[in-house]
Structures are given as structure tokens and as C-alpha cells.
């Protein structure tokens, strides 16, 4: 019988240890690729967060320094609770604020001159006399409490105070027609005497103004207290 001649290559195709040898480099290069891959991934991942981070700290501290404080209240009407002081239950009652000897109170209901002259009557006050620098200015202060919140922007309510022009003396006077204190104020109009039915004067964010008398506005009335009056007399 005749043997047969195998070549190398063909032999190699046969030898059951080469198989083994093959897998066990393709396996070690698959493994080096795989690190490769992954340490690739790492520090690709790093960058990526890194910005991140930062954008959002920025976004934070944004938010943070437009932030809007969260105890705003908006401005309210006269004569509601908030606004108004406590009873001191000494001098003044409910509704009515004290200064020194006397006492004041923004009347909390729409009125010509002469109703809110009336009403201040039927309280046992008069409407408000300025007479000093210091109560023009607890008054003027005390206005700017009073007011509503119209989106872009805020409306101070006017107040009728003592104050109307008289025509044949040509001037204004108080309630009790005394004239102004010189230096003390002026009325903001050049023509007081063209208002029919005369021209009185109101308070409105810390500026004395004329209007027609018949006009509602809110007021402010005054009073002396008795106490007061008695050391005085």
C-alpha cells in the first residue's frame, strides 16, 4: 500500500492544537481593544461632566441673585387692618394714629370736600391743618402707605385736606380761614380759581394738588386731644 505525502499547510489544517492557539490571540486582542475602548470612554465622560457642572452652578446662582424676595406685600387701601395702627389705648381709638398731642386717621370712604369735611366733624375732628415742617412730614410719609398695585406701576390715593382757595381774597385758606403758613407748601396750580364750584386741596404721594370741591376723594381728619387741651386751657 502507498502512503500519501501531506504538505505543511495542509498538516496545519489538521493539527488540533492550532485551533486553541488562534483563539487564545484573538482573544488578547479583543481584550486590548476593550481597555483601549473603555479608558477612551472614561475620560471622554470626564470632559462631558465637567461643563455641566459649572452651566448648572451658573444657572443656580443666576436664579439666585434674581430671585424675588417672597415677604412682598402690595400697597392697600385706607381704612383696611394691615395698614392701620393698633389702638394705643391711651389717646387714640381704633383706626386713628397719634403724634405727639394729636391724632390722625385716613378716612377709608370716597368723598366731595365737604362730606369728608363732615365726616371728619362727626368724629370730633376737623380735616387736616398742616401747621410744621415735622407734621407736613409724618403726613406726607403716611401717604405713601396708602395705594394699590397697577402691574407697571403703583397709584397713590389722593386725600381732600383743610385746604380750599377763596376766591375773593384770592388765596388759600384752612378750614378755619386761616391762610398757609408762608414756606410751608405749595398747591400745584396756576389757575385755582377756574374750578367750578371752587377748588380744593388734596395730598397725593407727598404733592398738595387742586381740584374741583365736588370731586370724591378720600381724606384725612384731625383731631387735639383732650388731655392735651387741658394743659394747655
Known sequence: MALSTLSPTEAGHNDPSATPLRWQLATIVLGFLCLILLIATGVLGYNVCQPGTEQENSIKEEEHLTAKPTSYQKPSLPGTSRKQPQDTGEKCPVLWMAKQSRSYMFYPKRETWEQCNSSCTSQ????????????????????????????????????????????RKAKWVWADASAVSSGLFLISDPSPQNYPGGACAYLQRSKFKAGSCGETRFCICEKEEAQYKNKID
Open 124 to 167: 370730633s375732628a376737623v380735616l387736616l391743618k398742616i401747621e410744621s415742617k415735622e407734621e407736613l412730614s409724618f403726613i406726607t410719609t403716611k401717604s405713601f402707605e396708602y395705594a394699590e398695585d397697577r402691574g407697571s406701576s403703583t397709584y397713590y390715593y389722593p386725600f381732600w385736606i383743610g385746604l380750599s382757595f377763596d376766591s
